[in-house]
């Protein structure tokens, strides 16, 4: 059971970290630290890791963010791999040094959040 990630005065979250690959190439970004948020329909990269793989833009999305901002943000064909297994799709991607795993993917497990145990659990 992987713990919630905590940084001082914020509220801790769940974290996955998961790896990240180019489906093309193979090539590889390990350890990448993914926000688990149900309230997301779409898994969003890290933008750092969408260059470090050389990845290329499939399309834009305008979105809207939960605050009721639009954002245009660019989608990428890659590989997530969670939870010993790998999910190969269009993901859009964010400027922020870590992701988030959205609904598409949260949806093929069982996820417990413990939140009074800062604990969270995921099953196949």
């Known amino acids: 059971m992987p713990d919630?990630?905590?940084?001082?005065g914020v509220p801790p979250k769940p974290v996955a970290v998961?790896?990240?690959s180019n489906p093309a190439t193979g090539e590889a970004v390990a350890a990448v630290p993914?926000?688990?948020?149900?309230?997301a329909?779409?898994?969003v990269l890290p933008?750092?890791?969408?260059?470090?793989?050389n990845l290329q833009v499939t399309k834009q999305y305008q979105i809207c963010d939960f605050n009721g901002n639009t954002h245009v943000?660019?989608?990428?064909?890659?590989a997530i791999q969670l939870e010993g297994r790998k999910y190969i799709g269009v993901y859009l991607a964010q400027d922020d040094m870590s992701g988030i795993v959205g609904r598409d993917l949260l949806n093929e497990f069982r996820l417990i959040l413990d939140g009074p145990k800062l604990v969270w659990e995921i099953s196949h």
Do not use: C, E, W
């Open 4 to 8: 919630y990630q905590k940084s001082p």
């Open 18 to 20: 998961v790896n990240i």
């Open 34 to 39: 993914m926000l688990l948020d149900s309230g």
């Open 41 to 43: 329909d779409m898994s």
């Open 47 to 53: 933008l750092f890791v969408t260059k470090r793989l």
């Open 73 to 78: 943000l660019s989608a990428f064909h890659a």
